[in-house]
C-alpha cells in the first residue's frame, strides 16, 4: 500500500484519517463530480500534490453568506482547503493582514501569479454612478473586478449576486448592480455558482474538480454545472409522491403539514427551481429547506428574486392589479362579464323581436331574409 | 320530425329547404371533425388545467393519485387539440372556400363593410343580422382569436412540457422560450388565456343560438351536418364572386341542390 | 501627526474603512466610514409583508436570521398577531444557537489573530502546551502528541512557502504577549473552532433547513411542525435528541474551551482593561421572551440604557426615541440634513458626494459613510455583547451577576474594567456560556409541549392580508450578536410602503451626528496606541472587540 505523500494525506493522518478513509473521501469527491471511477487516482494525485495552487476570495456587495456558508463545508474541510489544497492567499472575512498589507498580498497575487490562481467572486458589482456604492481601498468593485479577474486562470462567482446581481439587483436595482459576467464581459473559464448562498459541498466538488484537471466542470448555457444545477427540485424531492397524489398542505401548520404533505399550494417554487438541495442537502447533509418544512423560493434560479416572488403565491401577480389580486380573480371577472353582456344582448334581441314582428305586420310582402329597416 | 314555423308562413325542417333556399354543404368533415374535438379537449383541458393550477380535489386513500392523473389528461388532451389544430389549419388552405383562411381575418372592403354591419346589428342598430353562407366577419374574427389563443397555449404549453420532460429535442424547439419570458409568466399566461376560451365559449354559444333563429338557415345544425340554408340568390352572388377569382377549385366544395328538391348527395 | 487608514479593515463582515489621526504614538481622533450601499429598504418597498423576512434576512449572511426574526416580528407588532409557544421557543432556539456560532467565530476566526501571533507558535514546546491546557481546563484534546501534530502542520505550512490566510499578518509585532505555548494552544483551538462551528450550526439545519439564510419563518409563526410520531415532521422527538446532544456538545465547548482561553489571553494583556472605552451610554432592547414579546420583564436578556458608566441606574428604553442623523451620511433627507429622523418616518435617498474613486482620503469633516448615525434621544449608544451584560447586571439579574462577579474576582478586575476592549472580550465570552447553558432548557420545554401533545407552531388568523387593515406600521426588535436590531414597517394596501433598519453595527460604526458627536468606533479608539502607523495592531484590536458587520451597518 503507497503511503501518504502531500499536505493533505499528512493533515488527515494527522487527525488520525487512515489512508483508507482518505481514499473513501477521494471516493466521494468522484461521486460529487458525477465522474467514472476510472478517475479516482486522477483525483488521489492532485489531492497529494506539494505546491498549491493561489486562490483569491473578493467580496463586494454581499452579504458574506456565501463565505459564511464555505466555512461550513465538510469534504474537504475549509481548513484543509486553506492550509492543505489551496494557497488562500486573499478573503477579506479571515485573512490575517488588514489594510495596506491585505492590498499588497492581492497585488502580489496579481503580478506574480498572472493566469495562474483561481480568482472566487461573491456579491454583486455596482456600476451606475461610477461604481461609488462598493469602493474597497478608495477603488471600486468594478475596477477591482476587472484588475484581479481579468488575469485569472479561472473565476468562481459564488452565489445569486455574484451570478446574476441576486438581491441587490432586484427591483428597482438601486445601485446599478450587475453580476460578475455582466459587469466584467469576456472572461474566460467562468463558472456561476448560484443559490443563496451557494452550497458549498458544490463549490468544493468544483475546486477538487478544477486541482485535478486544472478546468471546469461541463456546464449549462448559464455557465453553471450540470451536476449540480441539471435537476428540477421538484422531480427529486421527497413531498413529491404526495403531489402526485394530489395530498397538500393547506394551512401552516395543518395536519397535512404535519404529515409532510406537498407544499405547492403554500407557494413552493420547487416545480421552477433547479439545484441538488434534495439530494445532496445542506449542513452535512442534514436537511434543506422544503425537508424543513418552508417552500423552496428557487434561489438558485436566474434572477429569482424578481422572476420568483412573490414567494407565498404559486404564480406572480399580474401588473396594473393590486398585489393581492390573483390571476383566478381576474380570469374568473372577465369571464362573468361576457357571461353578463351576452344575458343582456338576449334581452335586447327579444325587444327586437317583438318590434320587428310588429313591422312585419304592415309590410308583410317585404322578404324578411335581406337587409333589415 | 322538428318543424319551424317560418315568419313567412312557410315550412321548413331541417333536411328540406323551405321556399326560395337552398341546401349548401357549407362545413366539409374536416372542418366538423376538428370543431369537436377542440370543443372536447378544451373542456378537458380546462377542467385539468385548472385543478393543476388550485387542486381544488382533497383525495382520500394512500392509493390516491389526483395531480397525477390531472397531469397525464391534460397532456393527452393537449396533443389531442394540437392535432385538431392542425388539421383545420391545414383545411385553411386545401378546404372550401367558407374553410379558407382569409375567412377569418377581415381583408377586403366587403369584410370591413360585413364587420361594421354586423357590429351595428350587435348593437342593437339594425334589424337583422347580416345574412352568411360561411360565417360573418365578426364571427370571423373572433374564430382568428381562437386560434391564436390556441397557437398561445402550444408554444407555452409545450414550453413547460419540455421542463416536465426535461427532453433535448423537445428543448431544442421550445427550450428558448423559458430564456425569453420566464417559466412563472410562462404559466400566468398559460393559465390567462384559458379564461379567453371560456370567454370566447360563452359569446359563441350566445351568438350561434341567435343567428341560426334569424337567420332560420340552420346554422346550429350545420356544425353536425356541415349543411346550412341560403337564399337561392345569396348562392349565387356567392358563386359569381368566387367566379371572379382564379381559385376556381374551391367551388368544387359547394354542393347546393334545386329549389324545394332532394339533395342528391349522401350526407357525410 | 500622521493620518493613517485602513481600508479594508480584514477579519470583519464587509466593507469597513477607518480614518484616525495619529499624534505622539496615539490616535488623537478617528473616523470610522461604511464603503458599501445595496438599498435594501429600497428593495423591499411594494412587496409582501409576509416575505419581506426572506429578502431583510440577506442583510447579513454572518449574523443570519437575526434580521428575519427582526422583520416578522415587525409585521407581527403591524398586524397585531401573537404567536404560539412552540413558535417563541424555536425562535428563541434558533436565536441563541446563531449567538452562540456567531461568539465563537469572532473570537477564533476574526479576532484572536490581534492577540495570537502563529509563527511563534513554531518556537512552543509541546510538552509546555500540554501542561498549560491542562492547567486552564479539562478539555480533552491537550496531549502533547496533538500539539506536536498542530505544529508539525504549522511547521508544514511556513515550511511551504505558502502562508496562505496567515501571510500579510503583522507576526513579530512588538504587542504580541503571548508566550510560545500559547500561541499554539490557540491555534490548535482555532482548527478546532473551525471544525465546532459547522457542527453546532446543524440545530439551524435541522430548525431551519439551512444556514447559512434559515427559510422556516413565516409571520404567524414558523413552519418547523411538530409531531410525535410524523417522521415527516421537522420536530419529532428524534430530532429533539439530537437538538440536545448538539446543544450539550457547544456547553462543553464553550465551558471547557472557549472561556478559559479569553481568561487566559486576557490575562496576558491587562493594559487593555484600560483602553478602548469609548462612549459609556450602553442599550438594550432585551431579548429572548419566556413569555410574551409584549412585556419585556420576562426576557431573558434584560432591556435598559445606562448613562455615562453608571451602573446605579438603569433607564428605560422607548423604540420613539430612536432616531437616524445623515449629517455625515451619503444621503439627503426632504427637509434638510440637519434634522434627525424618526424610523417612521425615515427615508432612505443615496446621494454619493464623497471623492470620486480611487481617492486616498475622504472628506470626513463633511459626508464620509454609508452609515446613518443613530442616536436614543439624541446621545450616541454603544450596543452589544458588553452593553447587554452590563444592562443586566446593572438590573441585578442574578445569574448575571453572579457570573460576571465571578468571572472579575478571577481577572482580580473591578467592574470599571469592563468598559473596555478586553471588557468586550469578556462580556461576549460570558453571554455566550449564558445562551449555551439557556439553549438546553428550551429544547427541552420543546420537548415537553411535544410530549404533552402541544403542537401549535402557527396563528393563521391573518395569513390572508384580506383580513389586514388599509394601512398599519409595526416595530420588531431583536438582541443580535452585535447589539440591539429594530425593524421597522408600515404597510398599506397589503404591500410594503417603507421599510427600515437600525442596526447594530450602525450604532456602533456610524460616524458623526449633527452636534458632531463621535459615533462608538470613533469615541473607543481616542488614545489608542500606535507603535507602528504602518502595522495598526492595536487599532484593529479595538476595532475588532466590537465585531464590526458593515453589510449590516448599512444595508
Ligand atoms: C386550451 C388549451 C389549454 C388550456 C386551457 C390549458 C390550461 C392549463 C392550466 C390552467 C395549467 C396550469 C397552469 C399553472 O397554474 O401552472 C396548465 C398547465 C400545463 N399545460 Fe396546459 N392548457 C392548454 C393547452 C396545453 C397544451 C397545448 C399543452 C402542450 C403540451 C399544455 C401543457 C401544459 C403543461 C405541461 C402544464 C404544466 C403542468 C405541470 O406544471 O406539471 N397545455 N394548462
Ligand atoms: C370552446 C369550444 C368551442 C370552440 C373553440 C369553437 C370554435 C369554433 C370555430 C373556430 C368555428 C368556425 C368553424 C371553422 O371555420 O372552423 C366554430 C363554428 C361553429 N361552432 Fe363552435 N366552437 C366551440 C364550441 C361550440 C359548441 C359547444 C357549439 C354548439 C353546441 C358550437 C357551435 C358552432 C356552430 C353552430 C358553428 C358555425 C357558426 C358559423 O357558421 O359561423 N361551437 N366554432
Ligand atoms: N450588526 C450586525 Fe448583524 C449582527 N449581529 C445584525 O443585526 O451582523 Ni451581520
Ligand atoms: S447570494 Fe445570497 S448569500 Fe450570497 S451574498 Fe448574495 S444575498 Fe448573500
Ligand atoms: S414540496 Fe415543492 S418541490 Fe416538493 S413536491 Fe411539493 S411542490 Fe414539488
Ligand atoms: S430555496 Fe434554495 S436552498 Fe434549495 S430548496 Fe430552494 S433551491
Ligand atoms: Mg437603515
Not at chain 1, 493582514?97 to 483561481?118: D, F, M, N, P, S
Not at chain 2, 366577419?137 to 381562437?146: E, I, L, Q
Not at chain 2, 359569446?203 to 350561434?208: G, I, R, W
Not at chain 3, 420545554?445 to 398599519?472: C, F, Q, V, Y
Request: include cysteine; aromatic fraction near 10%; hydrophobic fraction near 40%.
Amino acid at each position: 500500500m503507497r503511503a501518504l505523500r502531500g499536505t493533505l494525506p499528512k493533515a488527515l493522518s494527522i487527525r488520525g484519517v487512515s489512508r483508507r478513509e482518505f481514499v473513501k473521501f477521494c471516493n466521494l469527491m468522484v461521486a460529487t463530480l458525477a465522474l467514472p471511477p476510472r478517475y479516482l487516482s486522477a483525483v488521489e494525485k492532485a489531492l497529494t500534490q506539494s505546491t498549491r495552487p493561489v486562490l483569491v476570495w473578493l467580496e463586494f456587495q454581499d452579504c458574506a453568506g456565501n463565505s459564511e456558508s464555505m466555512l461550513r463545508t465538510s469534504n474537504p474541510t475549509v481548513a484543509e482547503f486553506v492550509l492543505d489544497l489551496f494557497s488562500w492567499e486573499y478573503h477579506e472575512l479571515i485573512m490575517a493582514g488588514a489594510g495596506k498589507q491585505a492590498e499588497e498580498a492581492l497585488e502580489r497575487v496579481v503580478r506574480e501569479h498572472k493566469g495562474e490562481y483561481i480568482a472566487v467572486v461573491e456579491g454583486a458589482i455596482p456600476t451606475a454612478d461610477g461604481g461609488v456604492y462598493c469602493t474597497i481601498g478608495g477603488k471600486t468593485a468594478l475596477e477591482i473586478a476587472k484588475h484581479v479577474c481579468g488575469s485569472a486562470a479561472a473565476n468562481i462567482a459564488v452565489g445569486a449576486c455574484a451570478w446574476d446581481g441576486g438581491l441587490v439587483r432586484a427591483n428597482p436595482n438601486p445601485t446599478g448592480a450587475l453580476g460578475l459576467q455582466e459587469a466584467v464581459p469576456g472572461l474566460k473559464n467562468l463558472i456561476n455558482l448560484g443559490g443563496c448562498p451557494h452550497n458549498p459541498a458544490n463549490t468544493a466538488a468544483v475546486l477538487v474538480h478544477y486541482l485535478t484537471f486544472h478546468d471546469l466542470p461541463a456546464l449549462d448555457q448559464y455557465s453553471r454545472p450540470l451536476f449540480a444545477y441539471g435537476n428540477i427540485i421538484h422531480d427529486q424531492c421527497e413531498r413529491r409522491a404526495h403531489y402526485d397524489a394530489g395530498r397538500f398542505v393547506e394551512e401552516w401548520g395543518d395536519e397535512g403539514h404535519r404529515k409532510g404533505y406537498c407544499l405547492y399550494k403554500m407557494g413552493c417554487k420547487g416545480p421552477e427551481a433547479t439545484y441538488n438541495c434534495p439530494t445532496v442537502r445542506w449542513n452535512d447533509g442534514t436537511s434543506w429547506p422544503v425537508k424543513a418544512g418552508h417552500g423552496c423560493i428557487a434561489c438558485a434560479s436566474h434572477r429569482f428574486w424578481d422572476t420568483k416572488s412573490p414567494f407565498y403565491k404559486r404564480l406572480p401577480s399580474v401588473p396594473g392589479f393590486g398585489v393581492d389580486v390573483t390571476a383566478d380573480e381576474i380570469g374568473w371577472v372577465a369571464t362573468g362579464a361576457v357571461a353578463a353582456a351576452m344575458v343582456a344582448q338576449v334581452a335586447g334581441n327579444m325587444v327586437r323581436d317583438k318590434m320587428r314582428a310588429k313591422k312585419a305586420a304592415e309590410k308583410a310582402s317585404e322578404p324578411l331574409d335581406s337587409r333589415g329597416a | 320530425m322538428k318543424k319551424t314555423r317560418r315568419r313567412d308562413g312557410h315550412e321548413a325542417d331541417w333536411k328540406r329547404p323551405a321556399h326560395g333556399q337552398v341546401r349548401v354543404y357549407v362545413w366539409e368533415w374536416p372542418v366538423r371533425f376538428a370543431h369537436w374535438i377542440m370543443f372536447t379537449t378544451i373542456v378537458s383541458l380546462s377542467i385539468t388545467g385548472y385543478y393543476m393550477h388550485s387542486p381544488f380535489v382533497i383525495p382520500h386513500g394512500r392509493t390516491a393519485y389526483v395531480m397525477g392523473t390531472m397531469r397525464f389528461v391534460h397532456l393527452l388532451s393537449a396533443f389531442a387539440f394540437l392535432g385538431a389544430i392542425l388539421i383545420r389549419v391545414v383545411w385553411m388552405f386545401i378546404g372550401n372556400q367558407w374553410s379558407h383562411w382569409d375567412q377569418f381575418i377581415p381583408t377586403t372592403r366587403k369584410w370591413l363593410k360585413d364587420f361594421a354591419d354586423t357590429g351595428r346589428y350587435y348593437g342593437f342598430m339594425s334589424w337583422s343580422p347580416t345574412p352568411h353562407i360561411g360565417h360573418n366577419a365578426m364571427a370571423g374574427a373572433a374564430y382568428a382569436a381562437v386560434f391564436g389563443m390556441a397557437f398561445v397555449e402550444i408554444l407555452t404549453g409545450l414550453a413547460l412540457y419540455s421542463r416536465v420532460l426535461g427532453s433535448r429535442t423537445l428543448s431544442f424547439f421550445v427550450g428558448w422560450i423559458p430564456h425569453v419570458v420566464d417559466i412563472q409568466w410562462l404559466r400566468e399566461i398559460h393559465f390567462l388565456v384559458m379564461f379567453g376560451f371560456w370567454m370566447f365559449f360563452i359569446h359563441h354559444l350566445y351568438t350561434a343560438i341567435l343567428v341560426s333563429i334569424e337567420e332560420e338557415n340552420g346554422l346550429m345544425e350545420s356544425i353536425f351536418s356541415g349543411y346550412k340554408f341560403v337564399p337561392e340568390h345569396e348562392l349565387r352572388e356567392a358563386i359569381a364572386e368566387e367566379a371572379g377569382e382564379e381559385s376556381e377549385p374551391r367551388l368544387e366544395g359547394i354542393r347546393a341542390n334545386p329549389v324545394g328538391g332532394q339533395s342528391t348527395q349522401s350526407r357525410v | 501627526m500622521a493620518r493613517i487608514v485602513v481600508d479594508p479593515v480584514t477579519r470583519i463582515e464587509g466593507h469597513l474603512r477607518i480614518e484616525a489621526q495619529v499624534e505622539g504614538g496615539m490616535i488623537s481622533d478617528a473616523w470610522s466610514s461604511g464603503t458599501m450601499f445595496r438599498g435594501i429598504e429600497l428593495i423591499l418597498r411594494g412587496r409582501d409583508p409576509r416575505e419581506a423576512w426572506i429578502w431583510a434576512q440577506r442583510i447579513c449572511g454572518v449574523c443570519t436570521m437575526v434580521h428575519a426574526l427582526a422583520s416578522v416580528n415587525a409585521v407581527e407588532d403591524a398586524l397585531g398577531i401573537e404567536v404560539p409557544d412552540n413558535a417563541r421557543l424555536v425562535r428563541n432556539i434558533i436565536a441563541a444557537t446563531q449567538t452562540v456560532q456567531d461568539h465563537v467565530i469572532h473570537f477564533y476566526h476574526l479576532h484572536a489573530l490581534d492577540w495570537v501571533d502563529i509563527v511563534s507558535a513554531l518556537k512552543a514546546d509541546p510538552a509546555k502546551t500540554s501542561q498549560l491546557a491542562q492547567s486552564i481546563s479539562n478539555w480533552p484534546m491537550s496531549s502533547e502528541k496533538y500539539f506536536k501534530s498542530v505544529q508539525d502542520r504549522v511547521t508544514a505550512l511556513v515550511a511551504s512557502k505558502q502562508l496562505s490566510l496567515f501571510g500579510a499578518g503583522y507576526w513579530g509585532h512588538p504587542a504580541y504577549h503571548l508566550p510560545p505555548e500559547a500561541n499554539l494552544m490557540a491555534v490548535a483551538h482555532y482548527l478546532e473552532a473551525l471544525q465546532f462551528q459547522k457542527e453546532f450550526i446543524r440545530i439551524h439545519a435541522v430548525l431551519g433547513g439551512k444556514n447559512p439564510h434559515l427559510q422556516t419563518f413565516l409571520v404567524g409563526g414558523m413552519a418547523t411542525v411538530m409531531d410525535p410520531n410524523e417522521p415527516g415532521a421537522t420536530v419529532n422527538p428524534e430530532r429533539i435528541d439530537f437538538l440536545l446532544q448538539v446543544a450539550k456538545s457547544a456547553q462543553s465547548f464553550v465551558n471547557q474551551v472557549y472561556i478559559p482561553d479569553v481568561l487566559a489571553v486576557a490575562g496576558f494583556y491587562r493594559d487593555w482593561f484600560e483602553r478602548g472605552e469609548g462612549l459609556g451610554n450602553f442599550m438594550s432592547y432585551g431579548a429572548y421572551p419566556q413569555g410574551s414579546i409584549k412585556d419585556p420583564a420576562n426576557f431573558f436578556l434584560a432591556r435598559g440604557i445606562i448613562l455615562n458608566r453608571d451602573l446605579s441606574k438603569v433607564h428605560p428604553v422607548d423604540p420613539a426615541n430612536v432616531t437616524e442623523y445623515v449629517t455625515h451620511s451619503w444621503y439627503e433627507y426632504s427637509g434638510g440634513d440637519q434634522a434627525a429622523k424618526h424610523p417612521f418616518d425615515g427615508e432612505t435617498n443615496p446621494k454619493y458626494s464623497g471623492p470620486k474613486p480611487p481617492y486616498e482620503f475622504l472628506e470626513v469633516d463633511q459626508k464620509y459613510s454609508w452609515l446613518k448615525a443613530p442616536r436614543y434621544q439624541d446621545q450616541p449608544m454603544e450596543v452589544g455583547p458588553l452593553a447587554r451584560l452590563l444592562v443586566a447586571y446593572a438590573s441585578g439579574q442574578p445569574d448575571v451577576k453572579a457570573l460576571v462577579d465571578a468571572t472579575l474576582t478571577k481577572l482580580k478586575a473591578p467592574p470599571a474594567a469592563l468598559f473596555s476592549t478586553l471588557g468586550r472580550i469578556a462580556a461576549r465570552a460570558l453571554e455566550t456560556q449564558l445562551l449555551a447553558n439557556r439553549l438546553t432548557g428550551w429544547v427541552e420545554e420543546l420537548g415537553n409541549n411535544l410530549a404533552t401533545g402541544n403542537l401549535r407552531i402557527h396563528n393563521g388568523e391573518k395569513w390572508d392580508p384580506k383580513s389586514w387593515p388599509k394601512t398599519a406600521r409595526g416595530f420588531g426588535f431583536f438582541e443580535a450578536p452585535r447589539g440591539s436590531l429594530g425593524h421597522w414597517v408600515e404597510i398599506e394596501d397589503q404591500a410594503i410602503k417603507n421599510y427600515q433598519a437600525v442596526v447594530p453595527s450602525t450604532w456602533n460604526a456610524g460616524p458623526r451626528d449633527a452636534r458632531g458627536q463621535r459615533g462608538a468606533y470613533e469615541a473607543a479608539l481616542i488614545k489608542t496606541p500606535v507603535a507602528d502607523p504602518d502595522r495598526p495592531l492595536e487599532l484593529l484590536r479595538t476595532i475588532h472587540s466590537f465585531d464590526p458587520c458593515l453589510a449590516c451597518a448599512v444595508h
